[in-house]
């Protein structure tokens, strides 16, 4: 088969195969959609680089990894010849994490193993459809902050890690930005608890099937406090320990990270030398400290380990519970000893807190002023600002592409 014409405008929807049973089936799915089985094509991945270096490329992209000898170098090639904003797909015969992970890392929308189903195929192009209208609204409603990843570390037990995390989520929907909140607490979640929900089953299924993972899955795995707000955690048995398939941590980032515009991560401490690799997903992370000794050298520690394992990613120390028990250093010397400045600071209230937990929501959303809610809006401001592309959106998969090859 040859390619299609080269028109003015963008088509909706090709598929480039390599072998004709794929073809089949992908016309037999395209209808489902509404879109044309004429723009199912042969030639793979090689295929569509020829054809979209001559005419535009379609706003979903659906190519086959089957014949090529480099996948990444291939994928490579294809984003040099898209446009801003085209959801890809890719499919392939390798059953290989580390290509999956490298794939979603470069801002593919999904990778699909072989053999495949109707079924399969038509939920994934439900699932990028979804993703072409996330595009338009943010074309739609114009400038916006850059999406993020930030994961909150406690320094110690105690810190009020979950419950800033929580609040900071909150924060950003609130402020009109599609957010999760990923809790990593298999056993003692509070991240559903604090909105007065129950949390589901979702997280342990997608740490033991990561595979499954997309914006369908998660849109069904979720627990959703307000429109803008989701939350993924789960309540493991005690005496049961999860164990996160190879490369499971990461995906289920990075898929959450391309469905919701920012992503806050509730990481115990305890897991930090556990799954180092998922920290390297992280754009940003905080570690929530109080004024002591042991917190002191417990900064000074995660801060050198973080340069080696998320050496991208942009750390902020927050003082946290402020008041709530008598300081052992002084601010100064305690930022003097880590090297580092305090970027905010929140103090301890009791009472504020204690009426959010009877009325079953966060303390942002209840006690709308007061300092503890103005310290809780200051950590949230280091995630808002200076961080946007020349146009204020959030990059699509062929700058996130062009970024890698240009460092």
Known sequence: MTGPSKKTERETFAAYCCDEATIDLL???????????????????AGAVRALGAMPCPEFLIVDLSDSEDPRADVQALAEVCEEGTVVLTI?????????????????????????????????????????????EVEEEGPASEG???????????????????????????????????????????????FDLEPGRGLLDALDNPNRVDGLFLDRAVVKPSEKLSILCTEAAIGVVPRPAEGALEHLVDTMANTYRNVVVDMPRHMVPEQPEVLNTATDIVLITDLSLSSARDCIRLKAYLKTCAPAASVHVVLNKLGAVPAEVEEKDFANSIETEINARVPFDAKAMLLAVQQGTVIADHTKSGKVTAGMKAVNSLFTSGSENADGQKPSWVNKLLQRKAS
């Open 27 to 45: 016309k037999a799915a395209a209808p489902s959609r509404g879109w044309s089985e004429n723009m199912v094509f042969s030639g793979g991945i």
């Open 92 to 136: 392939g015969a390798l059953n290989d994490v580390g290509l999956y992970r490298d794939l979603l890392h470069a801002g593919v929308h999904d990778y699909l193993v072989k053999p495949l189903a109707v079924d399969v195929i038509k939920a994934a192009m439900h699932s990028a459809e979804e993703a072409m209208n996330a595009v338009e």
């Open 148 to 194: 993020k990843t930030i994961f909150f570390i406690g320094v110690r037990g105690g810190m009020g890690t979950s419950t800033l995390a929580a609040n900071t989520a909150w924060l950003s929907a609130n402020g009109g930005e599609s957010t999760a909140l990923l809790d990593l607490d298999f056993h003692f979640s509070s991240s559903a608890i604090q």
